[in-house]
């Protein structure tokens, strides 16, 4: 008797696992994951760990929620954007900060295709010009610049409209995510975006890791108004980084914990190569090192073939992807669909962190370890620090050097998409 319940219990958890995952797109939520085998290296012995060096001081500059990445003008002031959507800038010579203003109003993401559950006018990738112009990208609107950002009449424009996209090969974007400025003498500069997804969106980012290769590079000529991809089939690209010559581009593939350089001039003009494979987690933004020579990627917490997690193991299982996906994704409509008939925001709220698979996030992206990885030009090791468990290095999205007063002492300020501080460390 007992076994009969089983065998039918079985049969019918096979039946709706079949359906999940075999019915059309059009029926349930389209995604068809496929299988990668991205290598994690065999152990962390070519890196370094935090133990082999000083840390002089550390700070945590807050409360500062998610300050994901950081941009310093030619005075040397600095900026920084949070998941409240504002900029604020910070004092490098006290770490004291001020609130300057908000991207995006929110009558302007009301009125939007997302709506205000959509986390709309978050600052992401920010960049200055030569001229002190700050350049800002918004996940689900495009690229701003703020020019005058530190006065009292700051004046926002919306540069690159995320709509510009819609002619290109694969369609419109849905979330970008960092950019790179080349300047060009009397004209205007050319921006390079890193565009995530054409499915998904920056609410859904965790769909995007359980997908597959929807996203791209793009080229936007702001003198000419023209947009074109330059790389495609990416599986999450995040920072990019223009180097000090403006003869390449170097940006990062978050999901297959690469990184690729583009040919900007020379010979080899318009070439892509990988010129770091295997990396130990994944990589987020890359940004230039004080010297101009070098560039510092922030990673998450390291791992090797011997102490993988969650996120490696689903990677390789693209039939549980699926599943996970869209069971998440059905019953969360179901939930969400119900809570906003009744009433109840915290029905609402669960459905909609089941349909985004926001749930997984602390599963997938433990808090603690992380690691500042130092590259040159052709992707060689230059330089490293880790930890598999401090929680000071733990979800760190960008790491950016200034100018340290004791030249045996190197000074980084660390952005993060989820910590409420923004993080200064001294090593030596």
């Not at 079949?18 to 991205?38: D, E, S, V």
């Not at 060009?184 to 921006?191: L, W």
């Not at 892509?272 to 130990?280: A, D, F, K, V």
């Not at 059905?330 to 962190?353: K, W």
């Amino acid at each position: 008797m007992i076994l009969n319940q089983i065998i039918k219990v079985l049969f019918y958890f096979c039946g709706i696992s079949g359906l999940l995952m075999f019915l059309p797109g059009n029926i349930l939520l389209n995604i068809n994951p496929r299988t990668f085998r991205h290598s994690l290296p065999k152990s962390l012995d070519q890196y370094k760990s935090v133990d082999n060096f000083k840390v002089v001081h550390f700070d945590e500059i807050g409360p500062l929620y998610g300050p994901e990445s950081i941009a310093i003008d030619q005075h040397g002031r600095m900026v920084t954007g949070t998941s409240d959507g504002y900029l604020y800038e910070i004092n490098t010579k006290d770490d004291s900060y001020r609130r300057l203003l908000k991207l995006v109003k929110r009558d302007d993401c009301a009125h939007s295709e997302h709506g205000v559950e959509f986390v709309c006018g978050r600052p992401l990738g920010l960049k200055f010009d030569s001229n002190g112009v700050l350049f800002v990208v918004e996940p689900s609107f495009g690229v701003f610049t703020v020019d005058d950002v530190f006065g009292e009449n700051p004046q926002i424009k919306l540069v690159f409209r995320i709509e510009q996209t819609q002619t290109l090969p694969g369609g419109e974007s849905r979330f970008i995510d960092d950019l790179a400025i080349e300047e060009r003498p009397n004209r205007a500069p050319i921006i390079y975006m890193t565009d995530v997804s054409t499915r998904f969106n920056f609410n859904e980012f965790v769909m995007i890791i359980f997908g597959s290769e929807y996203g791209r590079v793009l080229r936007y000529d702001m003198e000419t108004k023209n947009v074109d991809t330059i790389a495609d089939g990416l599986f999450f690209p995040n920072g990019i980084e223009i180097t000090a010559n403006n003869e390449a581009l170097l940006f990062v593939e978050s999901a297959s914990k690469n990184i690729w350089r583009y040919m900007l001039k020379g010979e080899r003009n318009g070439t892509l190569e990988m010129i770091r494979s295997q990396l130990p987690s994944e990589p987020d933004n890359i940004r230039i090192s004080q010297n101009g020579q070098t560039y510092l990627v922030a990673l998450l917490k390291p791992r090797s073939l011997l102490l993988p997690n969650e996120f490696d193991y689903y990677i390789r299982k693209p039939l549980l992807r699926k599943l996970v996906a869209r069971s998440a994704h059905l019953f969360g409509n179901v939930l969400h669909s119900l809570g906003t008939l009744i009433g109840n925001q915290y029905c609402t709220d669960l459905g909609y962190r089941l349909k985004t698979l926001q749930f997984m996030i602390s599963t997938l992206f433990p808090s603690n370890g992380g690691m500042i990885l130092e590259i040159d030009f052709n992707g060689n090791i230059v330089n490293s620090i880790y930890s598999t468990d401090s929680e000071d290095f733990g979800l760190m999205s960008e790491i950016h050097e200034v100018k340290s007063e004791n030249v045996s002492q190197r000074v980084f300020y660390i952005g993060s998409f989820t910590k409420p501080y923004l993080r200064k460390v001294t090593m030596m």
